[in-house]
């Protein structure tokens, strides 16, 4: 590849063309640059208040959402405090309860134009959750404004330099180390083969006729290409990993949580999640009641009909659980064929009434076996919580009396817990 002369070089096609745009642009870059400049601090500084809005999720929520449960007035009022004192926060309000609301300022007054932001809290707990409470947070976007003005001045001056500056030194690029090496450049590039080594380059192609730059473009953005598409592939092969690994995750935590026979919740789930409803109805002075279920005479349909029959007995029943109650309400299985439900907000008289069409499903119910149908029917005790139940456990504990009390009085009955 021979040397190209320097007296030569403005009948290359590519310093002409560079030349040209030169001599064209620099009229009207100094307004380009400034209008981009402040367009892209204004777009900077507003992304800046979206992301003080954001960070509420990973540095305020939690401990709003704990101050919440706890009803600890004074750490809400701390960690609003704390929202405002953010740059551009001018008010954060929490809403909880039914009738509880909280505002702090930070002095500023709210703008006709503001960013705001709701956040919904949660407290999650197993694999339900809890809405407590809302968060908003405003942003007031005149300082941002203001601060866009006061750099038009300094930007115009700053860039009107730049590009002054620019141009001379694209001008001595051109005559002194563009065109030298353009063409041992393309020559380099027309022999590149895919199993050579690649050292990426860094030039934005021309417009206009062809020249060396666009052999050079066409060949980065071919390469470029190449690697983007393949690089593409690996991360949807992480990402649908990924997607595998947390569906088996969800399912480990499902599985722990769910019995596997009846698919309501087991013993652990069950007091997990009623805990949580008894803490809540005590505070709040909620009524709800308890049901304990045990099928009649199960060991004489395992001796009868084998543990195949007694499983079968088992599904038919939670599946008959599973469709008798709300959503709300909490069904499981906490032993081999005794069975647990809370019914939360819930009067004993309705629950009394819930229980005995639980009895009558169950009773009318038929198994079908390979060997043949069973009929079974349940003993359920009820039991509800008032002032004078100390714990939940006693609750459980007087549901459960009131099931063998109805198994002492004939069975297939439902018996209401009288202290």
Partial sequence: MGQISHSHWLHKSLSKALLIKILWFSSIVTFVLTANQLFIDYQSDIDGLRGTLEVVDSSHTQ???????????????????????????????????????????????VANIFLTRKVTLERHIGDRSFIIGELEIIADVDGVRSKLFDKVLVVLASQGMKTFIVSLF?????????????????????????????????????R???????????????????SHKHTLGLEAEVLERTKELEEAR???????????????????????????????????????????????HFKSVNDTWGHEGGDIVLTKVGEIMKNAFRQSDIVGRVGGEEFAVMLPQTSVELGMQLADQLREQIASAHAQTPKGEIKVTASIGVADFNSTTATFEKVVAYADRAMYQAKHNGRNRVELYGG
Wanted: glycine share 6%; hydrophobic share 40%; net charge negative.
């Fill in 63 to 109: 401990a709003l959402i704990n101050a919440v449960w706890d009803f600890d007035e004074e750490q809400i009022n701390h960690q609003l405090s704390g929202l405002t004192k953010q740059p551009g926060i001018a008010q954060a309000t929490l809403m909880y309860g039914n009738e509880f609301s909280e505002t702090v300022r930070s002095g500023r007054d």
């Fill in 170 to 206: 694209i001008l001595y690029i051109v005559n002194n180390m563009v065109v030298r090496h353009v063409e041992s450049i393309s020559e380099w590039l027309n022999d590149f083969r895919p199993e050579s080594p690649f050292q990426p380059l860094d030039i934005s192609p021309s």
């Fill in 250 to 296: 969800v399912i480990a935590e499902g599985l722990a949580r769910t019995d596997v026979l009846t698919g309501l919740n087991n013993r652990r789930a069950f007091f997990e999640f009623t805990q949580i409803i008894d803490h809540q109805a005590r505070r709040q002075e909620h009524p709800y009641v308890v049901l304990m279920l045990d099928i009649d």
């Fill in 208 to 226: 206009g006729d062809a020249t060396e730059i666009d052999i050079l473009a066409r060949k980065v953005n071919e390469m470029g290409d190449a």
